[in-house]
């Protein structure tokens, strides 16, 4: 289809990739007007100091934009990175073994704490090698579906709880889920894994494909990380929104943070206002103008959006099962 036969403003195709992603035509709009001179400053928003004012009020209008419309409570930061969701790989593993509490169950243990992973394809399957690669203790709670038959692994479909393999709480440090992969396609609801996980233990999640898309319970989490270009924004900016006690450390405590290298440390960023060194200014700026249009439009209204989107793609999936089918 050429690009011209979709009806689209300014002749755009129908952008269906997992990220980077489509954007806002009003969100592109204001970039395009702003890009030469933002707002009577005489320079780009990719020119500009992220020291001086202006750009001061542009992240911390993007930090507020967002904390409103996924109501972020006040004990949780909102964190803007870099290193995209592999970088997170490794950074919630490193971080929660940092932080006071996770290291205070561990002596108490008296052996390390268990990584406990939901393995519910590539993506997660990528958290797991990369924090066994780090040296740590993980425990696969579910992996993929195996066929009864066969007993061959697949990633199409979620197992029952009643088969998940989670450990016990006072032995594991988190629980790390991705809730939607992007490359085998099962997006894991979120209820299911909060029920499922005794309070006292942290979850991660990587939410980067669907963040911004419905409303999320933040405080069932102990920590959200996402890349911005799936559904908020440009690559080369990672959110994270952490529950402020796991920034938490002891005082000194060289060897809590000794593996933390600083470009994943959310303590050191938290603490610099996401800028302990330049950061990705211009992914921010536009990540904040998404965060405004999603508070124009609404999270409720964007969630009925997207189931509508869905169902016009999977509907046409399920009715012609001779030629989708599922992998």
């Not at 992996?143 to 006072?170: M, Q, R, T």
Request: hydrophobic share 40%.
């Amino acid at each position: 289809m050429s690009p011209k036969a979709t009806g689209l403003p300014y002749d755009r195709v129908w952008n269906f990739s997992a990220g980077p992603s489509a954007l806002p035509v009003s969100v592109l709009e204001e970039v395009q007007r702003d890009l030469l001179n933002y707002k009577g400053t005489g320079m780009s928003v990719m020119e500009m100091s992220h020291r001086s004012k202006v750009y001061d009020s542009i992240i911390n209008g993007a930090e507020a934009a967002l904390r409103r419309v996924l109501k972020v409570p006040d004990n949780y930061a909102i964190i803007f990175m870099q290193g995209g969701g592999t970088g997170e790989f490794a950074a919630s593993y490193l971080n929660l073994f940092a932080c006071k509490s996770v290291r205070d169950k561990q002596r108490k243990l008296g052996r390390p704490l268990t990584c406990d992973y939901l393995v519910t394809g590539s993506w997660s399957k990528g958290g797991l090698k990369e924090v066994k690669r780090l040296g740590g203790t993980t425990n696969v709670v579910v992996d993929g579906v195996k066929d009864a038959d066969s007993g061959a692994v697949s990633y199409n479909s979620l197992a029952p709880v009643s088969e998940w393999n989670l450990g016990k709480p006072e032995e594991t440090a988190f629980v790390y889920y991705c809730e939607n992969e992007t490359i085998h396609g099962v997006e894991t609801p979120s209820s299911l894994v909060v029920d499922a996980v005794d309070p006292s233990v942290p979850i991660i999640c990587d939410m980067s494909s669907n963040m911004l898309s419905r409303p999320i319970d933040i405080k069932r989490f102990g920590a959200i990380i996402a890349g911005a270009q799936k559904n908020m924004g440009p690559a080369g900016v990672t959110l994270v929104i952490v529950r402020k006690d796991l920034l938490e450390r002891e005082e000194p405590d060289t060897e809590a943070v000794r593996g933390v290298p600083s470009v994943l440390d959310w303590q050191y960023y938290a603490s610099a206002g996401s800028m302990p060194h330049t950061p990705p200014t211009f992914a921010i700026y536009v990540c904040g103008l998404v965060f405004k249009w999603a508070e124009e439009m609404g999270i409720e209204a964007l969630d009925q959006l997207r189931e509508a989107r869905a169902g016009l793609v999977y509907d046409m999936m399920d009715k012609h099962p001779d030629f989708y089918r599922g992998v």
